[in-house]
Nanobody
Framework: QVQLVESGGGLVQAGGSLRLSCAASVNIFGPNAMGWYRQAPGKQRELVAVISSNDSTNYADSVKGRFTISRDNAKNTVYLQMNTLKPEDTAVYYC?????????WGQGTQVTVSS
């Protein structure tokens, strides 16, 4: 069973930074995509950023220039560096791994940005 464990969420003031980590229980080397999604109260889950196995990336317009997704295959981990955080970034952030036909999600980590 594939497990994804997120960490790094918390409470931060507007303008601050956080770094989220997502550790996979399987080797992430090979064709796959890993991404971060978020869901704010009363809203649908939305894509934040995704990175493929060839390191190509895609970002939501709302986070371009502020967030950076990266991966470390040796550690089976994907990261989300979030800078210049805004109150509207407040949400539960979820990690997702699409790997050999499987689709796996983490349990989520709360990010709260105070104004």
């Amino acid at each position: 069973q594939v497990q994804l464990v997120e960490s790094g969420g918390g409470l931060v003031q507007a303008g601050g930074s956080l770094r989220l980590s997502c550790a996979a229980s399987v080797n992430i080397f090979g064709p796959n995509a890993m991404g971060w999604y978020r869901q704010a109260p009363g809203k649908q889950r939305e894509l934040v950023a995704v990175i493929s196995s060839n390191d190509s990336t895609n970002y939501a317009d709302s986070v371009k220039g502020r967030f950076t997704i990266s991966r470390d295959n040796a550690k089976n981990t994907v990261y989300l560096q979030m800078n210049t955080l805004k109150p509207e970034d407040t949400a539960v952030y979820y990690c997702r791994l699409q790997h050999y036909g499987g689709d796996y999600w983490g349990q989520g980590t709360q990010v709260t940005v105070s104004s």
